[in-house]
T-cell receptor
Framework: DGGITQSPKYLFRKEGQNVTLSCEQN?????MYWYRQDPGQGLRLIYY???????QKGDIAEGYSVSREKKESFPLTVTSAQKNPTAFYLC???????????????FGPGTRLTVL | GESVGLHLPTLSVQEGDNSIINCAYS??????FIWYKQESGKGPQFIID???NMDKRQGQRVTVLLNKTVKHLSLQIAATQPGDSAVYFC????????????WGLGTSLAVNP
């Protein structure tokens, strides 16, 4: 999983509660991303951040919020406004370097969120 | 075995056979393509990438072919092993896309012993 950690691995939430998913990377990557994956489906982008203190909405941002106060950290909050939050959440990061693979995203192990 | 990865099809192959996973990408301006492997319950892992100035790139047991004329990408896995069983995603990017990737829907590869 290349230096990206997500916690917890499994998370249970009651309806109406907000919950925050952690994502930390030690790869010195500038950009970080949050994706949602439903069973048997592909990846859908929730939010992404190209630099500290800046982030943009992805394709399905409604009901989610993020912050990027530190380069290493990009926590995702699933709010009570998200109507169907049960899913597998993946965090990724990529570098801005001109060498290597600047656009390749490296993923964490994921957090499986279940709403009870 | 061979598949087209526009939905989430399943490709089933015998151990030791070669596998071909196909992907039709969407943007003719895309200049960078990546293949990822996702095992059950885990995050996607980088396999191999290719830039648009190439039409073929080889890795360890894997080869990626790019046909820009028909916007088609394929991943070939030689001598498929049980450990290759996973969902395979293609992704594309182009300059000006704010470093976001455009993801294919994935193809599930099942290797029969």
């Amino acid at each position: 999983d290349g230096g990206i950690t997500q916690s917890p691995k499994y998370l249970f939430r009651k309806e109406g509660q907000n919950v925050t998913l952690s994502c930390e990377q030690n790869l010195n990557h500038d950009a970080m991303y949050w994706y949602r994956q439903d069973p048997g489906q592909g990846l859908r982008l929730i939010y992404y951040s190209q630099i500290v203190n800046d982030f943009q909405k992805g394709d399905i941002a409604e009901g989610y919020s993020v912050s990027r106060e530190k380069k290493e950290s990009f926590p995702l909050t699933v709010t009570s406004a998200q109507k169907n939050p049960t899913a597998f959440y993946l965090c990724a990061s990529s570098s801005a370097g001109t060498s290597g693979r600047p656009d390749t995203q490296y993923f964490g192990p994921g957090t499986r969120l279940t709403v009870l | 075995g061979e598949s087209v990865g526009l939905h989430l099809p399943t490709l089933s192959v015998q151990e030791g056979d070669n596998s071909i996973i196909n992907c039709a990408y969407s943007n003719s301006a895309s200049d960078y393509f990546i293949w990822y492997k996702q095992e059950s319950g885990k995050g996607p892992q980088f396999i191999i990438d290719i830039r648009s100035n190439m039409d073929k790139r080889q890795g360890q047991r894997v080869t990626v072919l790019l046909n820009k004329t028909v916007k088609h990408l394929s991943l070939q896995i030689a001598a498929t092993q049980p450990g290759d069983s996973a969902v395979y995603f293609c992704a594309e990017n182009y300059a000006g896309n704010n470093r976001k990737l455009i993801w294919g829907l994935g193809t599930s590869l099942a290797v029969n012993p």
